[in-house]
């Protein structure tokens, strides 16, 4: 019997205590391993630098709350700013609506405005322009630097029909919507407000908008949205009251000498549509509509701004900053920012765990085999009377502790990488955003010869003890 198929002999032996040890090794390596793809993949995910834009704009407030409820679509909105800015940013207009000099002039290529509030069946809804997809107003195809891309510089694309007009109530889905929904070409459905839970009694809008695209997967938060008209948010006869509230607030606040601020719209709660009395926008024979709500009592949450170059992305943040409605942020520093200030210490304390647990399966490997071999001392003794020598028995323990290590670590690998795959899953569900959990890091190859090596100084203890049986008491005994 050569030294291989006695270590097997050995572990066939003792295979729940085996198996047991190898469990260990392979949760502390899973650990270590799915942490690592995490930190890795998450950061590459998470805190991209390519948005199709370089500046998000919004309230004054938190620029974390911004980007994770304007780009990830999760997270409450944190308020709302003036439609004027947007009319200032995209129409490049000389003078703003105040009669001053438009700030903005020059320095934006494409803006596109963002309204949120509503939802359906758990998915939120966006209102936009067509803008977005690549379409005017008329609906022209857009020259290709007015063309708003995400990562990577597409465009968005669609699986079936086309962009909604920008005064109809019509809408696009995302691909994920379609599929959860069952929404397709031509369905309709109703708007509620906010994002009710499972007690709550939902408020759904009267309105009722018609599916005419399905958009192609961007494997982006989009993916799960609905798109509708930004006239139609303002359509809506609960953001239309709420709106005027709003303005009227504003306004006795900006005469008592207090700065103005911006709330979300109140609304009433009743559990199915029901059309008001007065309706917030008249029907035009062709079918589109407008709106009764002032221009200048307008609100949405947030723009999606491209700027002309890099120098005039850190001018316009600039403005905004100094200006007393709305801040200006990069989504890729915030987002960078964030995973450099709180992932490296999540990561840190779980791989500290992981180190925790592959010492103590060392620990568990150290007194498995002792008390293995203190129990075979009668059997060691007889072959050593055979002609094994006390390296050949050192070496046998000690092996047999790597081979526990090596095989723990090994299975761990491929088990840290289905919990990055279990966590990707839980992400695309999301946020329509997996981790690329396939990706082996040199690091998982460094970290596994340093659990051999741990379990083969585990093995060393009852390796010298098997080396220093005496063989003639045990044989006699």
């Given at each position: 019997?050569?030294?291989?198929?006695?270590?097997?002999?050995?572990?066939?032996?003792?295979?729940?205590?085996?198996?047991?040890t190898?469990?260990s090794i392979l949760?502390?390596?899973?650990l270590?391993?799915?942490?690592?793809?995490?930190?890795?993949?998450?950061k590459s995910?998470?805190a991209q630098?390519d948005?199709g834009?370089d500046?998000l704009?919004?309230?004054?407030?938190?620029?974390?709350q911004?980007?994770?409820?304007?780009i990830?679509?999760?997270?409450?909105?944190?308020?709302n700013?003036?439609?004027?800015?947007?009319?200032?940013?995209?129409?490049?207009r000389?003078t703003s609506?105040?009669?001053?000099p438009?700030?903005?002039?020059?320095l934006?290529?494409w803006?596109v405005p963002m309204?949120v509030g509503?939802?359906?069946?758990?998915?939120?809804?966006v209102?936009?322009?067509?803008?977005?997809?690549g379409v005017?107003?008329q609906?022209?195809?857009?020259?290709?630097?007015?063309?708003?891309?995400?990562?990577?510089?597409?465009a968005?694309?669609?699986?079936?029909?086309?962009?909604f007009a920008?005064?109809?109530f019509?809408?696009?889905?995302?691909?994920?919507v379609a599929?959860a929904?069952g929404?397709?070409?031509?369905?309709?459905?109703?708007?509620?407000?906010?994002?009710p839970?499972?007690?709550?009694v939902?408020d759904v809008?009267a309105e009722?908008?018609?599916?005419?695209?399905?958009?192609?997967?961007?494997?982006?938060a989009?993916d799960?949205?609905?798109?509708?008209?930004?006239?139609?948010?303002?359509?809506?006869?609960?953001?239309?009251?709420g709106?005027?509230?709003?303005n009227?607030?504003?306004?006795?606040?900006?005469?008592?000498?207090?700065p103005?601020?911006?709330s979300?719209?109140?609304?009433?709660?009743?559990?199915?549509?029901?059309?008001?009395e007065?309706?917030?926008?008249?029907?035009?024979?062709d079918?589109?509509?407008t709106?009764k709500?002032p221009k200048?009592q307008w609100?949405?949450s947030?723009i999606?701004?491209k700027s002309e170059s890099?120098a005039?992305s850190?001018?316009?943040?600039?403005?905004?900053?100094?200006?007393p409605?709305?801040?200006g942020?990069?989504?890729?520093?915030?987002?960078?920012t964030?995973?450099?200030?709180?992932?490296?210490?999540i990561?840190?304390l779980?791989?500290?765990?992981?180190?925790?647990v592959?010492?103590?399966a060392a620990?568990?490997?150290?007194v498995?085999?002792?008390?293995?071999?203190?129990?075979?001392?009668?059997e060691?003794a007889?072959?050593?009377?055979?002609?094994?020598?006390?390296?050949?028995?050192?070496?046998a323990?000690?092996?047999?502790?790597?081979?526990?290590?090596l095989?723990?670590?090994?299975?761990?690998?491929?088990?840290?990488?289905a919990f990055a795959w279990?966590?990707?899953i839980?992400?695309q569900?999301?946020?329509s955003?997996?981790?690329p959990?396939?990706?082996?890091?040199s690091?998982?190859?460094?970290?596994?010869?340093?659990?051999?090596?741990?379990?083969?100084?585990a093995?060393?203890v009852?390796?010298?003890?098997a080396?220093?049986?005496?063989?003639?008491?045990?044989?006699?005994?």
């Amino acid at each position: 019997m050569n030294l291989f198929e006695l270590i097997l002999k050995q572990m066939r032996q003792r295979m729940l205590s085996t198996v047991l040890t190898c469990l260990s090794i392979l949760l502390g390596m899973a650990l270590a391993t799915s942490v690592g793809i995490v930190s890795r993949e998450g950061k590459s995910v998470f805190a991209q630098t390519d948005y199709g834009f370089d500046t998000l704009v919004g309230p004054k407030g938190s620029p974390l709350q911004l980007v994770l409820n304007t780009i990830f679509h999760i997270d409450a909105s944190p308020g709302n700013i003036p439609y004027r800015l947007y009319e200032d940013m995209a129409t490049q207009r000389p003078t703003s609506a105040d009669g001053k000099p438009n700030p903005f002039r020059g320095l934006v290529k494409w803006a596109v405005p963002m309204a949120v509030g509503d939802s359906y069946q758990g998915r939120r809804i966006v209102a936009t322009t067509p803008q977005l997809f690549g379409v005017g107003d008329q609906g022209e195809a857009l020259p290709a630097d007015k063309v708003p891309t995400y990562g990577g510089g597409r465009a968005y694309t669609f699986a079936q029909g086309r962009a909604f007009a920008p005064n109809k109530f019509e809408a696009v889905i995302g691909p994920e919507v379609a599929k959860a929904t069952g929404l397709t070409i031509g369905s309709t459905f109703h708007a509620t407000h906010g994002l009710p839970g499972p007690n709550d009694v939902p408020d759904v809008h009267a309105e009722t908008w018609t599916v005419v695209g399905i958009l192609n997967e961007t494997h982006t938060a989009n993916d799960r949205v609905l798109f509708i008209p930004l006239i139609t948010f303002y359509a809506i006869f609960e953001h239309e009251s709420g709106l005027e509230q709003i303005n009227q607030i504003q306004q006795q606040a900006g005469a008592a000498g207090s700065p103005p601020t911006a709330s979300a719209p109140a609304t009433k709660t009743p559990a199915a549509p029901e059309e008001p009395e007065e309706k917030a926008y008249t029907l035009n024979p062709d079918g589109t509509i407008t709106v009764k709500l002032p221009k200048d009592q307008w609100e949405i949450s947030a723009i999606l701004v491209k700027s002309e170059s890099a120098a005039t992305s850190f001018q316009l943040s600039f403005i905004l900053r100094n200006l007393p409605e709305a801040i200006g942020v990069s989504p890729a520093n915030v987002m960078e920012t964030f995973f450099d200030t709180f992932m490296p210490k999540i990561a840190m304390l779980m791989l500290v765990i992981s180190t925790l647990v592959t010492v103590v399966a060392a620990v568990s490997i150290l007194v498995s085999i002792y008390n293995s071999v203190a129990a075979r001392n009668r059997e060691i003794a007889i072959m050593r009377a055979l002609g094994a020598t006390k390296g050949r028995i050192l070496a046998a323990v000690c092996l047999e502790a790597g081979l526990i290590g090596l095989a723990g670590g090994v299975i761990g690998i491929l088990m840290g990488h289905a919990f990055a795959w279990a966590g990707s899953i839980f992400l695309q569900r999301l946020l329509s955003t997996g981790l690329p959990w396939w990706h082996f890091a040199s690091g998982e190859l460094l970290y596994l010869p340093v659990v051999i090596a741990v379990s083969l100084l585990a093995g060393l203890v009852p390796a010298l003890k098997a080396y220093k049986t005496p063989v003639a008491e045990n044989l006699v005994g």
